[in-house]
Nanobody, 127 residues
Framework: QVQLVESGGGLVQAGASLRLSCAAS????????MGWFRQAPGKEREFVAA????????YYADSVKGRFTISRDNAKNTVYLQMNSLKPVDTAVYYC????????????????????WGQGTQVTVSS
């Protein structure tokens, strides 16, 4: 099992930046990829970004491409999400997710690809 703890959320104005962090512990040697998803009130959880653990390949939702950057620090077992030019529509609870070994079924862009989840961190962007 892998445990994930997110941090870095908060309340900011439109145009500001935030950096989310997610520290992984437990069976992290089996990491294949990590990702970020978000869920706004009344909406389904949606993909934001993902990164492969060994190679560092990155994947982004169209809605955040060019504004958000995902990165990882393998030595610290930590993944980051740098969020720039934040908009009110980015307001959501952001969840960190971990994928262990096994087949990638949805290109690392779907909930089905990830088996461990953090508790979430709130990001609120005011206009």
């Amino acid at each position: 099992q892998v445990q994930l703890v997110e941090s870095g959320g908060g309340l900011v104005q439109a145009g500001a930046s935030l950096r989310l962090s997610c520290a992984a512990s437990g069976r992290t040697f089996s990491s294949y990829a990590m990702g970020w998803f978000r869920q706004a009130p009344g909406k389904e959880r949606e993909f934001v970004a993902a990164i492969s653990w060994k190679v560092g390949s990155t994947y982004y939702a169209d809605s955040v491409k060019g504004r958000f950057t995902i990165s990882r620090d393998n030595a610290k077992n930590t993944v980051y999400l740098q969020m720039n030019s934040l908009k009110p529509v980015d307001t959501a609870v952001y969840y960190c997710a971990h994928k262990g070994p096994g087949t990638v079924v949805a290109g690392l862009r779907e909930i089905a690809d990830f088996s461990s989840w953090g508790q979430g961190t709130q990001v609120t962007v005011s206009s």
